[in-house]
C-alpha cells in the first residue's frame, strides 16, 4: 500500500476501513477500491477512490 499523506497538514494516514467493487465495463474490467482513511495527527477522516485494471490470465499453445 502507498504512503497517503492528509491533505490538511500532511501527516500520514491510517486505514479505518476498505471496500473493493468490481465495475463492468465493455473491457478490461476495473476492480475499485474505496479507502475510509483518518489523519493520526489532525483526525481529519476522508475517502480516496482507487481504480486498478484487473490482470486476466492467459494460456498461451506453442508449437514444438
Known amino acids: 500500500e502507498r504512503l497517503m499523506r492528509c491533505p490538511g497538514c500532511g501527516a500520514r494516514t491510517e486505514v479505518i476501513d476498505s471496500r473493493e467493487r468490481k465495475l463492468l465495463g465493455p473491457k478490461p474490467a476495473l476492480t475499485s477500491v474505496h479507502r ?29
Do not use: Q
Open 36 to 64: 475510509r482513511r483518518r489523519c493520526t495527527k489532525c483526525d481529519l477522516r476522508f475517502t480516496t477512490h482507487e481504480n486498478a485494471p484487473t490482470i486476466l490470465k492467459s494460456t498461451a499453445l506453442h508449437n514444438r
